[in-house]
């Protein structure tokens, strides 16, 4: 015979208006055993039955074999606010002793509900102690308050959570969880993003001549870099050739960073009718403006001996 759990259900439905509103409170007991347990309800001392009040309903729910029983309050009244206990039975089988749990009704009991202290995505940079703070804004009896992160509890203190000198690793979604068995739990969950940058690469792609083995002038020509990076859209990407900054041209030189035929958040700068003065070396740069997140560069030479469709990394 396990520890029996009692769980606080409410519903609040309008009948007439706001002349008359009917709260109907339900009180779930469940328990595993064997054999099947008898259950008792109690209001206080008072054994309860639906015979002797037709403000209380005792049944069991469909489909639960005889492990759960519910106590369903009509149109709530004053005498409602009680102590109510489910005792459970296997009738002294073994010596089993019975067991039982009481909850205290009153008219403030509330499920709980929370706030955070920080964004739904937080990024932030590795070595940093971060601090994510779950309070409570609601809850009649006081709710429990857990972390948890990849499916495991996380120590925490009062709904504060502390991660020290964080790591890339510690990047996920960490949910924040208040439970005081009375309606459904309250849940909010952060993104924690953990600023990272790796793997640059840079692609060559002629546009047209496909079976040229190398560039020629007077061709379209683009020039793709792409780096892994968390938050991967924030990665800003500068290009210099032998290095001075790129200055785009409408006619002749375009940055952009939408190909769909390319990976998203990929840089391009695209030339149109390549000339001889476009030769050099060009330099790609991708970095966190503001951050201490170190930049990734990567450079290549374009000449007539560069060959097509070749990465760099």
């Known amino acids: 015979l396990d520890e029996p759990i009692l769980t606080i259900h409410q519903t609040i439905s309008d009948v007439r208006g706001s002349f008359y509103q009917e709260k109907t409170v339900f009180l779930r007991c469940t328990v595993s055993s064997n054999p099947p347990a008898r259950f008792i309800w109690k209001r206080g001392s008072e054994i309860l039955s639906h015979n002797q009040d037709n403000g209380v309903d005792i049944y069991e729910p469909l489909y639960t074999q005889g492990e759960t029983k519910v106590l369903k309050l009509k149109n709530l009244r004053p005498k409602d606010y009680a102590n109510y206990t489910c005792q459970v039975s296997v009738r002294d089988v073994c010596g089993i002793p019975d067991k039982s749990i009481t909850f205290r009704l009153t008219n403030r009991t509330a499920p709980p509900a929370l706030k955070l202290s920080v964004n739904e995505t937080l990024v932030v940079n590795p070595g940093d102690n971060v601090t994510m703070q779950c309070s409570l804004t609601g809850g009649d009896p006081p709710p429990k308050v857990i972390w948890s992160h990849s499916q495991n509890v996380v120590p925490s203190k009062g709904g504060n959570l502390t991660i020290w000198?964080?790591?890339?690793?510690?990047?996920?979604y960490?949910?924040?969880t208040a439970t005081n068995n009375v309606g459904?739990?309250?849940?909010?969950?952060?993104n924690l993003l953990v600023r990272s940058m790796k793997n640059a690469t840079f692609q060559i792609t002629p546009d047209v001549n496909k079976e040229s083995e190398n560039i020629q002038l007077g061709r379209d020509l683009k020039l793709s870099c792409h780096v892994d990076a968390v938050p991967q859209e924030k990665v800003v990407y500068s290009w210099f050739k032998n290095q001075r900054i790129v200055v785009p041209s409408r006619r002749r030189l375009e940055i952009s960073r939408n190909d769909p035929d390319l990976p998203p958040d990929t840089s391009s700068l695209d030339f149109f009718d390549l000339r001889f003065s476009d030769y050099g070396t060009y330099m790609c740069v991708a970095s966190f403006p503001g951050t201490f997140t170190p930049e990734l560069s990567i450079e290549v030479n374009i000449s007539a001996e560069t060959g097509k469709g070749s990465y760099y990394s």
């Open 184 to 190: 459904n739990p309250a849940k909010k969950t952060v």
């Open 174 to 176: 960490y949910n924040c």
């Open 165 to 172: 000198n964080i790591r890339p690793e510690d990047s996920g």
